[in-house]
């Protein structure tokens, strides 16, 4: 199983970037998916999860209402759509995905996720 995430960079503040995950080896449309975040010097962060159906999703304080998250299961690709980005955003992401056979949901602890990609690195300059 493999997940690559794609899309970070060097944004200023206030702008936007989009995330893609990518996998090979998974049935995409079996597993929930979340992408997380670390900082330098930080704990590993929960920032959005969506569900395999795409029914549920959830977000962290820090960027409700800033991200979305979205999920193409034809494509096997999960999307992080950030916008109105700040300096605290500044961090690696990273995408994961669950065990299969598990229910409809979305995980908000890492523990729950078995399968995780290299992350990408996201700066906004102030």
């Known amino acids: 199983v493999q997940l690559q995430a794609s899309g970070g960079g060097m944004v200023e503040t206030g702008g936007s970037l989009r995330l893609s995950c990518d996998q090979r080896g998974l049935t995409f449309s079996l597993f929930n998916m979340g992408w997380f975040r670390q900082a330098p010097g930080k704990e590993r962060e929960f920032v959005a999860g969506?569900?395999?159906?795409?029914?549920?999703?959830n977000y962290g304080d820090s960027v409700k209402g800033r991200f979305t998250i979205s999920r193409d299961n034809a494509k096997g690709t999960v999307y992080l759509q950030m916008n109105s980005l700040k300096p605290e955003d500044t961090a690696v992401y990273s995408c994961?995905?669950?065990?299969?056979?598990?229910?409809?949901?979305?995980?908000?602890?890492?523990?729950?996720?078995?399968?995780w990609g290299q992350g990408t690195l996201v700066t906004v300059s102030s």
């Open positions: 969506l569900s395999r159906s795409g029914t549920y999703s």
């Open positions: 994961a995905a669950d065990g299969a056979q598990s229910r409809d949901f979305v995980w908000r602890t890492p523990q729950s996720y078995k399968y």
